[in-house]
């Protein structure tokens, strides 16, 4: 979380599984399809009560999971709706709030520079700009700052990219030993596709990421108009965009002559 140390509030999140054992009256789950791509899956049950779930998301592959269920796939970013439904409800915006609104919609768009890049888009920045949101710390310091070990990590990704000419699929994998001594691996490969989607003239283009529960994620890109990439990932139990998409998979990553696949163990 170290890139985003500079958003207001940061410091009352905790990854610890254990606030699942505390009371609440609502939880939120944010740009989520579902409850298992949260990663809380299996802790919505120890919660005590029957909070009500608050689902707010932008993506077309959404699940309607919650009690409430604020979708809008026409947005750009869970941060766009948010800021969409703040609005609507007349609830006062603050300049730390608009940064951190501003933090989602600026990297979900890439910097504006996506496919995800509307006009509902660009007026949220605009609104969120005037009202005191600062759009700096999320370009120089989410999507453009790398550090040493970041940049080691992307480096084993470029030296295993494989090329399908038939397919027009690029694709390549990380490996929970490629982090070594540099820290946080999932940090580190965090923006891996987005890259390469911006520079190879391929259709699509999938990154396979070991992850430590022995599944394997994988990250799936395109900026062809005919390629539908969430698709291929509702297919394989993901979802998301037609342009960007995830999916999780039980297996191991294996090379081929022709890229990269994740076969069962």
């Not at 869970?78 to 969409?84: D, L, M, P, R």
């Not at 394997?216 to 005919?226: F, H, N, Q, Y």
């Not at 990439?229 to 998979?249: D, W």
Request: hydrophobic fraction near 40%.
């Amino acid at each position: 979380l170290d890139r985003y140390s500079y958003l207001p509030g940061l410091s009352v999140f905790t990854p610890d599984p254990a606030v699942f054992g505390e009371n609440f009256d609502v939880v939120a789950v944010f740009d989520s399809g579902d409850l298992q791509y949260a990663g809380v899956a299996d802790l919505m049950p120890r919660l005590p009560g029957r909070p009500k779930v608050i689902n707010l998301d932008h993506h077309a592959t959404n699940r309607l999971y919650g009690d409430i269920n604020v979708v809008d796939t026409s947005a750009s970013s869970a941060g766009e709706v948010f800021y969409n439904l703040l609005r609507s409800a007349g609830a006062e915006i603050d300049a730390d709030t608009a940064t951190c609104l501003l933090t989602g919609v600026t990297t979900d768009t890439g910097c504006y520079s996506n496919g995800a890049t509307t006009s509902g888009a660009l007026k949220a920045a605009a609104d969120l700009l005037l009202l005191g949101g600062k759009m700096a710390p999320p370009i120089n310091r989410v999507l453009r700052a790398q550090t040493i070990g970041s940049l080691r990590v992307w480096g084993q990704a470029l030296a295993r990219l494989k090329s399908h000419p038939e397919t027009g699929l690029a694709s390549t994998a990380l490996f929970r030993a490629d982090c070594g001594d540099v820290g946080n691996f999932d940090e580190h490969a965090e923006g891996i596709a987005n890259f390469l989607n911006g520079y190879l003239n391929h259709r699509a283009v999938m990154v396979l990421r070991e992850l430590p529960d022995g599944t394997v994620k994988g990250s799936l890109r395109s900026v062809d108009d005919e390629t539908d990439v969430s698709a291929v990932s509702a297919a394989l139990g993901g979802g998301g965009h037609k342009k960007a998409s995830g999916f999780r998979l039980p297996g191991q990553i294996v090379e081929r002559a022709f890229g990269w696949v994740v076969e069962k163990k």
